[in-house]
Structures are given as structure tokens and as C-alpha cells.
Nanobody, 115 residues
């Protein structure tokens, strides 16, 4: 059974930075494409960044140039470095597989960006 544990969220002023971490347990992590998703109040969950097993990445247009996704296979962990944060980045952030049916979602980590 896959377990996803997100952490690193918090309250930050606009223009600030945060680094999120996602530990993925219960699967052969290194072969999986992983994505960071977010869900703002009243909105659908959206994919903001993804990283394949080989390290190639992709980003939503709204975060391109500001967010960087990376992975450490030795630690079964995916990171999301978020810079130049905007109020509209406020959401609960989750990780999950990027391709195929989603695993059970973790608790997510709240990111709140104040003006």
C-alpha cells in the first residue's frame, strides 16, 4: 500500500519561498513519475509540476520559472522549491503519481501566501 507524506507548507508573504517535501512509501519509488498537485478552496485539484523517473520535468504555465521539482531516489522523496510566491499560490499541496490512476491521497500540506 502506497503512503504519501507531504510536509513543508506554511504561511509566507508574497515574494517569499517555501520548500515542500513528499516521502513516498510502499513502492519502488525510482521508477515512478511523481507529480505535485494543489487544490485551492472552491477549485479543482490541478497538477503544477511533474518529474519522471529519468529526471525530466514539466510545469504548469502558472508556476513555470518560479517552482522547481526535484527528486532524491535514495530518500524516496520528491521536493518542490517554490520561489516568488503569489497570493494565488495559496492551496493545499499534494503529491501523487503523475501517470495512471492516483494512489490514495495523503493529507497534503497547506501553503498560505499573504499579500
Amino acid at each position: 500500500q502506497v503512503q504519501l507524506v507531504e510536509s513543508g507548507g506554511g504561511l509566507v508573504q508574497a515574494g517569499g519561498s517555501l520548500r515542500l517535501s513528499c516521502v513516498v512509501l510502499g513502492i519502488p519509488f525510482s521508477i515512478r513519475a511523481i507529480g505535485w498537485y494543489r487544490q485551492a478552496p472552491g477549485k479543482q485539484r490541478e497538477l503544477v509540476a511533474g518529474i519522471n523517473s529519468g529526471g525530466s520535468t514539466n510545469y504548469a504555465d502558472s508556476v513555470k520559472g518560479r517552482f522547481t521539482i526535484s527528486r532524491d531516489n535514495a530518500k524516496n522523496t520528491v521536493y518542490l522549491q517554490m520561489n516568488s510566491l503569489k497570493v494565488e499560490d495559496t492551496a493545499v499541496y499534494y503529491c501523487n503519481r503523475k501517470i495512471g490512476p492516483a494512489w490514495d491521497w495523503g493529507q497534503g500540506t497547506q501553503v498560505t501566501v499573504s499579500p
